[in-house]
């Protein structure tokens, strides 16, 4: 049986909860701390306090991870809430701003439509089975680009492949994986 990221994370989460599971923390770790942080540094966080951030949500993570109920919420969706939280309070402290209760930040996001749900449910399962007919070393290259967040020179670096061959890969593996997608008519590639 076939596990989902989210539920992937769950299990990691519980051992950490239980066990304090530093491999399981690790994971969660690496996942989840660039994630923060970058979505922080898109709400217009500087660098620096985005780091900061990114580190006490998952501080809370390892201290307090028995508080996770994923009957109520994915780990992701906990983990930006309480990223979230965190610069509320840091922006209440600082005097020197002022809170903007208008600040797009504060909003809610908005429930996603039924219909892209479902469409974005099959491109996830598509791009998943596409990912699977990649060769080995094309995978290894989009997983350290798009789920560690990497860049071309630091996956290059860590690989010891020159940068246009890390370069390469990733835009030939990017190709197939468009051609699988659009090869599917059950999904609506115009999203």
């Keep these: 049986m076939t596990t989902t990221p989210s539920q992937d994370h769950a299990r990691l989460a519980a051992r ?52 996770f109920d ?27 701003h002022r809170l903007d209760p208008f600040d797009p930040f504060f909003e809610p996001d908005a429930p996603e439509p039924a219909d892209r749900a479902v469409d974005g449910a099959r491109r996830d399962t598509r791009i998943r089975a596409a990912l699977k007919a990649l060769p080995r070393e094309q995978i290894e290259l989009v997983q350290l680009a798009f789920f560690n967040g990497l860049t071309h020179s630091q996956i290059s670096e860590k690989t010891g492949l020159p940068l246009g061959t890390v370069k390469s890969r990733i835009r030939l593996a990017f190709s197939r994986l468009r051609k699988a997608i659009e090869a599917d008519p059950r999904i609506d590639t115009d999203i």
Excluded: C
Aim: no cysteine; hydrophobic share 40%.
């Design 16 to 67: 950490v909860a239980r066990e304090r599971d530093r491999a399981a923390f690790e994971k969660l770790f690496d996942h989840f701390a660039p994630r923060v942080n970058g979505y922080l540094q898109r709400q217009g966080v500087d660098q620096g306090q985005a780091e900061d951030i990114a580190q006490e949500a998952m501080s809370v993570l390892w201290h307090k991870a028995h508080l």
């Design 70 to 96: 994923p009957a109520k919420s994915s780990l992701a969706t906990w983990l930006f809430r309480i990223a979230r939280n965190r610069r509320i309070d840091l922006l209440r402290r600082d005097k020197s």
